[in-house]
């Protein structure tokens, strides 16, 4: 069994930063892809940034150069670096893995973290 657990949300103004953290633990071969959503209140859950198992990332337009999706594999972690932050990215923040859990890979998610922007 695969779990994933979110960390690092909370409340902050407009213009601060935050660090999400994803966190994978069990019987993990391998992760092929981590990749992190939102789903604000009444809207679609929609894709953050993603990062794949060489280091190749992926940005939703809204977030490009006000995000940044890093990992550290001896962790099993994947981060969201959130600087700049606006009232539009209140939200869930959840995470979702690609994990290779013998002899098959799965999807796992995480609970999700809230993060609110307002001042």
Not at 71 to 76: I, Q, R, T
Not at 79 to 101: F, Q, W
Request: charged share 15%; hydrophobic share 35%; with cysteine.
């Amino acid at each position: 069994q695969v779990q994933l657990v979110e960390s690092g949300g909370g409340l902050v103004q407009p213009g601060g930063s935050l660090r999400l953290a994803c966190a994978a633990s069990g019987s993990i071969s391998s992760i092929y892809a981590m990749t992190w959503y939102r789903q604000a209140p009444g809207k679609q859950r929609e894709l953050v940034a993603g990062i794949s198992s060489g280091g190749s990332t992926n940005y939703a337009d809204s977030v490009k150069g006000r995000f940044t999706i890093s990992k550290d594999d001896a962790k099993n972690t994947a981060y969201l670096h959130m600087n700049n932050l606006k009232p539009e990215d209140t939200a869930v923040y959840s995470c979702n893995g690609a994990i290779r859990v013998q002899p098959d890979v799965v999807s796992v998610w995480g609970q999700g973290t809230q993060v609110t922007v307002s001042s």
